[in-house]
């Protein structure tokens, strides 16, 4: 019988306190692939880790937060995983590292991957993130002189895509690779902004 393979839906993962999702990663971080997370948002009032806490458990055991969605009014899932190969560095999860490092609170695995960040140059190379990604000014410039289309549709993408620009621009890894980003970039928004 031909066809694919049924696959379940991940069951989330709910914990109350920071040090059962500690114990969960020091049992599992060298075994699973990933890990759904319920958290309860704020004003729930529902007795749950927060992302915060959660992100500090998973950065001591090598883990990095992969992605969310909601789940109902009261809760969002949050996807964790082994921090792959490469994979940058927020400057927030650096900042968060050098936090749990100074406080004696890392564990190997965790150590490991800021020993492979620190050697091949993405513990330096961090990035700011969603909130406070800086658009470089080579990009600006070329925005200025783009039609008035162009800034349109640029005004118009969230944070995150505007991260995404500045982190896809800051990791050419030639000045003409940078060029031509930027050039596809400003046709883009361009054909977006019409």
Same mark, same amino acid.
């Given at each position: 019988?031909g066809g694919?393979? #049924?696959?379940?839906?991940p ?9 059962? =999702? ?6 599992r971080? /060298?075994? *699973?692939?990933d890990?759904?997370?319920?958290l $309860? ?5 529902t007795a749950? @880790?927060? =992302?915060?806490?959660?992100i500090?458990?998973a950065?001591?055991w090598?883990w @990095?937060?992969a992605q969310?969605?909601?789940?109902? #009014? ?5 996807r964790?995983?082994p921090r792959?190969?490469g994979?940058p560095?927020?400057?927030? &999860?650096?900042?968060? +590292?050098?936090k749990?490092i $100074?406080?004696?609170w890392?564990?190997?695995?965790g150590?490991?991957?800021? &020993? ?6 993405r513990?330096? *190379? ?5 909130k ?5 000014? /080579?990009? #600006?410039?070329? #925005?200025d002189a783009?039609?008035? +289309? *162009?800034?349109?549709?640029f005004?118009?993408?969230? +944070?995150?895509?505007r $991260?995404?620009l500045?982190?896809r621009?800051?990791t050419a890894k ?21």
């Amino acid at each position: 019988m031909g066809g694919r393979a #049924l696959t379940r839906a991940p069951v989330p993962l709910t914990f109350a306190t920071p040090e059962e =999702w500690n114990f969960w990663l020091s049992q599992r971080h /060298d075994k *699973a692939a990933d890990v759904w997370l319920r958290l $309860a948002k704020k004003a729930t009032g529902t007795a749950s @880790i927060d =992302w915060e806490q959660a992100i500090e458990e998973a950065i001591v055991w090598g883990w @990095i937060d992969a992605q969310k969605k909601p789940d109902g #009014l009261h809760h969002i899932l949050h996807r964790f995983t082994p921090r792959r190969a490469g994979s940058p560095w927020t400057a927030k &999860a650096r900042a968060t +590292a050098e936090k749990l490092i $100074a406080g004696g609170w890392m564990e190997d695995p965790g150590l490991a991957e800021v &020993a492979r960040a620190r050697a091949d140059g993405r513990w330096e *190379a961090a990035y700011a993130g969603d909130k406070t990604a800086e658009i470089p000014d /080579d990009f #600006l410039t070329a #925005l200025d002189a783009a039609p008035e +289309a *162009a800034a349109t549709a640029f005004n118009a993408l969230s +944070a995150k895509a505007r $991260a995404a620009l500045a982190f896809r621009l800051s990791t050419a890894k030639t000045p003409s690779a940078r060029s031509r980003r930027i050039a596809e970039y400003i046709e883009t928004l361009t054909k977006s902004g019409d």
